[in-house]
């Protein structure tokens, strides 16, 4: 798997910085940076959200 | 009244008969493993597996199983682990709006398990004071069960529950109670939960199978082409000559923006100047809501102010939005 990091300008003129996730098989998974980051917590400390 | 407020309040109180295939008693959706929108195989924690159910734990694999099912249900979920100790789950969160009616009520959760070791079966039901709280947030435990299952077939496992009244959002566990042998699997399906304190009959809660896909659709939806340059729902411009400006409308309202977008083989069609690859797709969040997405990708060689639309580069290309819980 890897990552990729691009920030976007908005319509309205905000930026928002996107992660991009390359599964392989030329599957892709695009989200925004802060959610990806979150997701990467409960793989870091599962025991922290319960997961066993 | 309704039927379903009949069903909850008087048939189910008495033990009564209760109709099959009725809608609006089981809020847990896909409880009938009907809906496998990302594929049908996944392994590890933390990943999204059929629709609603998220993985709970590590050298583990989920994946749909279509032979060993109980009766009058196409589908369950096989859990194998790769290592020992490992009791493997599967998480959903109930979001407010339909977790609401429960607080200060008691509530069943109730399942068919079946383990190869024949371990116990693990019914766990935990609720957040926070709104649409997710699945990997903060929660407390109501209680948990942990009743028999057999390796030769099916059983309908529940367990009661008073759901506090301060509760705004309520998180599923189920899965095996007791750590499985390496190899070993369990198997779920079923899966219901409903007011008082009587497990009836399994349904969907969205009644029919077209039904639990729109419940589905609300948290994830997935297009896939289905065909050589098979239309995924989109259109758009091209912006710049590498930059395509794409909008997909959703099947359904969404419960929320969705936060991510997966993606394969995306192209989109200039009718004048033909086929162009999409890659780095990136969300607008300006522009993007429950009704409908908004995207850029990335290209080379369209000519700018063009119209475009969306399709998939052979049969199993999809784009798929998620505002999963």
């Known amino acids: 798997m890897n990552t990729q990091i691009i920030t976007t300008t908005n319509l309205d003129g905000t930026t928002t910085d996107h992660v991009i996730i390359d599964w392989g098989n030329n599957q892709f998974t695009s989200m925004l940076k802060a959610d990806y980051e979150a997701q990467q917590a409960v793989q870091a400390n599962p025991a922290q959200y319960g997961v066993r | ?325």
């Open chain 2, 1 to 325: 009244m309704s039927r379903a407020q009949l069903t909850s309040t008087v048939e189910q109180n008495t033990g009564g008969a209760v109709a099959p295939f009725l809608a609006g008693k089981n809020f847990c959706i896909n409880g009938g493993m009907d809906i496998w929108q990302r594929g049908t195989s996944f392994s590890g924690a933390g990943v999204y597996t059929s629709d609603r159910w998220y993985s709970g734990n590590a050298n583990t694999t989920y994946a749909q199983e279509t032979s060993v099912v109980p009766t009058g249900i196409r589908y369950a979920m096989k859990i194998t682990t790769s290592t020992t100790g490992v009791a493997p789950t599967i998480w959903q969160a109930v979001e407010t709006a339909n977790a609401i009616q429960f607080a200060g009520q008691t509530v069943t959760l109730s399942f068919y398990a079946r383990s190869t070791d024949a371990v116990a079966a693990l019914i766990r039901l935990d609720y957040s004071t926070t709104s649409d709280n997710a699945v990997t947030g903060s929660y407390t435990s109501i209680g948990a069960s942990t009743p028999a299952t057999t390796s030769t077939g099916y059983t309908r496992v529940s367990a009661q529950f008073a759901v506090p009244s301060n509760a705004l959002t309520l998180r599923l566990i189920i899965g095996a109670g007791a750590n499985l042998s390496n190899g070993g699997s369990f198997y779920i399906t079923g899966i219901q939960l409903e007011a008082g304190s009587v497990a009836t009959p399994f349904s969907r809660a969205g009644g029919t199978f077209q039904g639990e896909l729109a419940l589905c659709q609300r948290y994830y939806w997935r297009g896939i082409s289905g065909a050589s340059y098979g239309f995924l729902n989109g259109a758009g411009f091209s912006y710049t000559s590498s930059n395509a400006q794409i909008s997909v409308t959703y099947p359904v309202t969404m419960r929320a923006i969705p936060s991510s977008v997966d993606y394969s083989s995306l192209v989109v069609q200039d009718s004048a100047a033909g086929i162009f690859s999409l890659s780095s797709i990136t969300l607008d969040a300006s522009v993007t809501n429950t009704i409908g997405a908004s995207f850029a990708g990335t290209t080379s060689g369209m000519t700018t102010n063009r119209f475009l639309r969306l399709l998939g580069s052979g049969s199993t290309a999809y784009i798929g939005f998620s505002a999963d819980l």
